[in-house]
């Protein structure tokens, strides 16, 4: 991934109190429409950080479990499919 740093970069607050991020920025960020950021307060101004995505599904005893947003594009019927081959090969001793 292509990392830059931007400074100097004049930025103005809406009517509403909304900050655009420009578009390269939120490329290189990974930032998506629904993106949670974290904001830290300075002596200096207002730090925004990207909050790590968490998978939105986990394996609690054996079992898939949903605990937050699907990310875009995730498979289901994939992740099923892939689960139900592991349990399969580790049955079979592989």
Do not use: C, Y
């Not at 931007?6 to 998506?32: F, Q, S, W, Y």
């Not at 925004?48 to 990310?71: A, N």
């Amino acid at each position: 991934m292509v990392s830059a740093i931007v400074n100097g970069m004049t930025l103005r607050i809406d009517k509403a109190g909304r900050v655009v991020l420009p578009k390269p920025v939120r490329d290189r960020l990974g930032l998506r429409v629904d993106s949670d950021l974290e904001m830290v307060e300075t002596v200096d101004g207002i730090v925004l950080k990207r909050i790590e995505d968490r998978p939105s599904m986990i394996k609690v005893d054996g079992l898939w479990v949903h605990i937050g947003k699907t990310p875009p594009n995730f498979d289901i019927d994939q992740a099923i499919r892939d689960d139900h081959e592991d349990r399969i090969r580790k049955m079979a001793g592989f």
